[in-house]
């Protein structure tokens, strides 16, 4: 079975601009969550998705975003990037209550 | 969630058994015990997760003390390639936090030859 799928892999963006990220979850998996990690702050919870709705948000501002579509394909936008948004963007898909995250490897976002 | 507490590095001989320990001394009932580790430039993976027994799999055995309060993750034969950040998580799986995990800064384990 296909692991989580991230694309881009690596992305270099300039301040003020925004960006797209996709992520494909495990076949099956309804439930997708998006993390944050850097290396001054480690992994940070951003936001997770559950049959198309928001259900669970971290303490990022209003510039991080993201959807899920009928299918399960989430993808995350951040707008107006800053050079702090630089990190790499995880995403993790999970079957259902005391299940495990299969994490993706992640997009490196690089913002100059 | 309970906060843990985890050793900021540990080394190990290659072939020898590596214990990586974690304090969940808030830990509630209904919490369970998760471990996932991650290799440079990789997303987290999953390990091993367990609620008060000791469990095993291919990867690694979870030993959870009789009161909860801390645990011990297990690498029988550690090799190079288990050289990680190991982070142990403590986690309620009721729907709303199905994906939200706390992650501290987690053991970075190195494996010598």
């Known amino acids: 079975k296909a692991g989580v799928t991230q694309t881009p892999r690596y992305l270099i963006k300039t301040r003020g601009q925004q960006v797209t990220l996709s992520c494909s979850p495990i076949?099956?998996?309804?439930?997708v969550s998006w993390y944050q990690q850097t290396p001054g702050q480690g992994l940070q919870f951003l936001f997770e998705?559950?049959?198309?709705?928001?259900?669970n948000k971290g303490n990022f501002p209003g510039r991080f975003s993201g959807r899920q579509f009928s299918n399960s394909r989430s993808e995350m936008n951040v707008s107006t990037l800053e050079l702090g948004d630089s990190a790499l963007y995880l995403c993790?898909?999970?079957?259902?209550?005391?299940?495990?995250?299969?994490f993706g490897n992640g997009t490196r976002l690089t913002v100059t | 969630d309970a906060k843990t507490t985890q050793p900021t590095s540990m080394d190990c001989a290659e072939g020898r058994a590596a214990n990586l320990p974690c304090n969940h001394s808030?830990?509630?009932?209904?919490?369970?015990v998760y471990w996932y580790r991650q290799i440079h430039s990789q997303g987290p993976q999953y390990i091993i997760h367990?609620?008060?027994n000791n469990e095993t799999n291919e990867m690694a055995s979870l030993i959870i003390t009789e009161d909860r309060k801390s645990s011990t993750l297990i690498l029988p034969h550690a090799t190079l390639r288990d050289t990680a950040v190991y982070y142990c998580i403590v986690r309620v799986d009721r729907g709303s936090t199905l994906g939200r995990l706390y992650f501290g800064r987690g053991t970075q384990l190195t494996v010598w030859p």
């Open positions: 076949s099956g998996h309804r439930s």
């Open positions: 993790a898909s999970s079957l259902a209550f005391n299940s495990p995250l299969h």
């Open positions: 998705y559950f049959s198309e709705t928001q259900r």
């Open positions: 367990g609620l008060k």
């Open positions: 808030t830990i509630s009932g209904n919490e369970y």
